[in-house]
């Protein structure tokens, strides 16, 4: 990108006053990388619903209106959109949950995520299905975008979650009662 510069003597700022006039070059801006990024579920056996934390610190903002995405690896599903709460609350979100790509999408409200840049963020998110089967740590693919949509270009940051192993489950109560119990 470049800037316009234009430079006036001291009577004004109008055509007549143009002492010199140029452009001149801007470092790219490019996006930053999360980083301490993380997806706890509650309950950490196969298949099972409950609620999940997810916490990362941003390099860049997330102002109202901005979006976080989050793309899961490992069979994990919610039945609904979930619902979202930040940490502070005075941040609103509305997800999405787009289960043929497993991508969930966060459209933030309120106040701002983060107004300054390495910002702890903090939300959790409601009826997160674990994986279908025993799986170890995986990774949950994040992203966030500005307020203009979740566009390549509108990206603020990047990165990957660690979410727990999936471990297999403990029977309770169980009994195989047969019909006869004679031989």
């Given at each position: 990108s470049t800037v316009a510069?234009?430079?006036?003597?001291?009577?004004?700022?109008?055509?007549g006053d143009v002492i010199d006039?140029?452009?001149?070059?801007t470092d790219a801006?490019?996006?930053?990388?999360?980083?301490?990024?993380?997806?706890?579920?509650?309950?950490?056996?196969?298949?099972?619903?409950?609620?999940a934390t997810v916490g990362?610190?941003?390099?860049?903002?997330?102002?109202?209106?901005?979006?976080?995405?989050l793309v899961f690896s490992e069979g994990e599903t919610f039945d609904a959109n979930?619902?979202?709460?930040?940490?502070?609350n005075t941040v609103t979100g509305t997800a999405?949950?787009?289960?043929?790509?497993?991508?969930?999408?966060?459209?933030?409200?309120?106040?701002a995520v983060s107004a300054d840049e390495g910002t702890a963020v903090s939300f959790t998110l409601t009826d997160l299905r674990s994986a279908p089967s025993i799986v170890g740590a995986s990774t949950v693919?994040?992203?966030?975008?500005?307020?203009?949509?979740t566009a390549a270009g509108d990206v603020i940051d990047?990165?990957?979650?660690?979410?727990?192993a999936i471990t297999q489950g403990a029977l309770s109560t169980a009994t195989v009662a047969s019909a006869t119990d004679t031989p």
């Amino acid at each position: 990108s470049t800037v316009a510069i234009t430079t006036f003597d001291s009577t004004g700022t109008a055509a007549g006053d143009v002492i010199d006039a140029g452009s001149a070059a801007t470092d790219a801006i490019t996006q930053g990388a999360l980083s301490t990024a993380t997806v706890a579920s509650a309950t950490d056996t196969p298949g099972v619903k409950s609620t999940a934390t997810v916490g990362f610190t941003t390099a860049g903002r997330i102002l109202s209106g901005g979006a976080i995405q989050l793309v899961f690896s490992e069979g994990e599903t919610f039945d609904a959109n979930p619902t979202v709460t930040f940490t502070p609350n005075t941040v609103t979100g509305t997800a999405v949950w787009t289960g043929g790509t497993s991508t969930l999408v966060i459209t933030t409200g309120g106040d701002a995520v983060s107004a300054d840049e390495g910002t702890a963020v903090s939300f959790t998110l409601t009826d997160l299905r674990s994986a279908p089967s025993i799986v170890g740590a995986s990774t949950v693919a994040i992203t966030t975008f500005d307020s203009t949509g979740t566009a390549a270009g509108d990206v603020i940051d990047a990165g990957s979650a660690a979410t727990d192993a999936i471990t297999q489950g403990a029977l309770s109560t169980a009994t195989v009662a047969s019909a006869t119990d004679t031989p």
